[in-house]
């Protein structure tokens, strides 16, 4: 059973190899062609419906956890929830964006580096205090409440949403359900 570092790792690395196709991808500026712009497409929306799940399960569960150990931990959740809230500020607009608008090129630039700054900061400064006074069996049971979490997350940003433990509990079920009836009917997220 992975522990909240172990599945929070999964998520970074899978976000951030995301992060790093799409650097590497053809852009419209450069020629790219309407297959490859539509598969630039399909990896954005991936990537954001990655984000917001992650975000999600982490506002609910890691957070609160850190908050529950001081002061220390307020401060440190309040630096990651503001990270958190720009990220969603600059997802909600790319998800707007096809990869053929030079927007999409400079809100995608702009996600990437808040993104990986975010994951440095988290990996760096927020685990080792967390590890620190979480007992194994504590990281495992966390570990499974973000994985769960993560299955019924919203897969769009919803900054309207405070980043706050109770606003989370209440409105991210209900936006994630949402979110996936929406994909349902569009198709997002489907491969073709």
């Not at 999409?104 to 006074?133: C, G, N």
């Given at each position: 059973?992975?522990?909240?570092?172990?599945?929070?790792?999964q998520?970074?690395?899978?976000?951030?190899?995301m992060?790093t196709?799409?650097?590497?991808?053809?852009?419209?500026?450069?020629?790219?062609?309407?297959?490859?712009?539509?598969e630039?497409?399909r990896?954005?929306?991936?990537?954001?419906?990655?984000?917001?799940?992650?975000?999600?399960?982490?506002q609910?569960?890691?957070?609160?956890?850190?908050?529950?150990t001081?002061?220390?931990?307020?401060?440190?959740?309040?630096?990651a929830?503001?990270?958190?809230?720009?990220?969603?500020?600059?997802?909600?607009?790319?998800?707007?964006?096809?990869?053929?608008?030079e927007?999409?090129?400079?809100?995608?630039?702009e996600?990437?580096?808040?993104?990986r700054?975010?994951?440095?900061?988290?990996?760096?400064?927020?685990?080792?205090?967390?590890r620190?006074?979480?007992?194994?069996?504590?990281a495992?049971?966390?570990?499974?409440k973000?994985?769960?979490?993560?299955q019924?997350?919203?897969?769009?940003?919803?900054?309207?949403?405070?980043?706050d433990?109770?606003?989370?509990?209440?409105?991210?079920?209900?936006?994630?359900?949402?979110?996936?009836?929406?994909?349902?009917v569009?198709?997002?997220?489907?491969?073709?």
């Amino acid at each position: 059973m992975p522990d909240v570092f172990e599945v929070l790792r999964q998520d970074h690395d899978k976000v951030t190899a995301m992060l790093t196709r799409l650097e590497d991808g053809p852009k419209a500026w450069e020629g790219a062609t309407g297959e490859q712009l539509a598969e630039r497409k399909r990896l954005a929306e991936d990537l954001i419906t990655e984000s917001s799940r992650h975000e999600a399960a982490e506002q609910r569960y890691f957070w609160p956890a850190f908050r529950a150990t001081g002061p220390l931990g307020d401060r440190v959740a309040d630096l990651a929830a503001d990270q958190e809230q720009v990220g969603e500020q600059v997802l909600h607009g790319l998800v707007k964006l096809g990869p053929d608008e030079e927007r999409f090129e400079e809100l995608l630039a702009e996600f990437t580096a808040l993104t990986r700054a975010h994951i440095e900061f988290e990996e760096q400064q927020a685990w080792p205090l967390l590890r620190a006074v979480l007992s194994a069996e504590q990281a495992a049971e966390l570990g499974d409440k973000i994985i769960a979490t993560e299955q019924l997350a919203p897969t769009r940003p919803n900054p309207v949403i405070p980043p706050d433990e109770d606003a989370v509990k209440a409105a991210s079920p209900v936006a994630g359900l949402a979110d996936r009836l929406r994909d349902l009917v569009t198709g997002r997220g489907r491969r073709s």
